[in-house]
């Protein structure tokens, strides 16, 4: 042969040295598309988890923009910024002070289109002062002052 020939022979890869790149070339993608997937998966569902906050500081509002303690008991329907409806109440219990209350906040989202619907629920302590019974609101702070007199100084 020729040393032109020669030349020609040590500049070709082999088949197996494609073969043998191509592989590492494949597993490569398949290790980068999955960590594309599970990228976009993350992101979607922090898009989930910021909406519903949206929603829950909505129906918060809407509860807290509530005067009366009856009307806020028996809740109401909202349209959603976004689209939807949000279904909501509230069971409220007095707490152990005067105008606060144990508040527990239940709500149904539904959301426009084909999607299912959500429930939550959520308990807070929440001061009200026009919610409150005056004559109950007078015994209870009666009953806090005694206590306070009884505590040594």
Known sequence: M?????AAEAAAFTLVEVLVS???FAL?????STAYVNVLTTYHAMRARAGSADEIAFVRAALLAEPARDRAE???QLSLPAGGTLRWRAEIDEAFRADLFRVTLEFEILPRGQ???RR???????LRPTWSD????????????ARLAERPA
Do not use: M, N, Y
Request: cysteine-free; overall charge positive.
């Open 115 to 117: 999607s299912p619907s």
């Open 134 to 145: 005056p004559a109950r609101r007078e015994k209870l702070r009666d009953a806090f002052r």
């Open 28 to 32: 490569a993608a398949v290790a980068l």
């Open 2 to 6: 020729s040393q032109t020939g020669q």
């Open 74 to 76: 028996q809740g109401g």
């Open 22 to 24: 191509l592989g590492i």
């Open 120 to 126: 939550e629920r959520q308990s807070f302590l929440l």
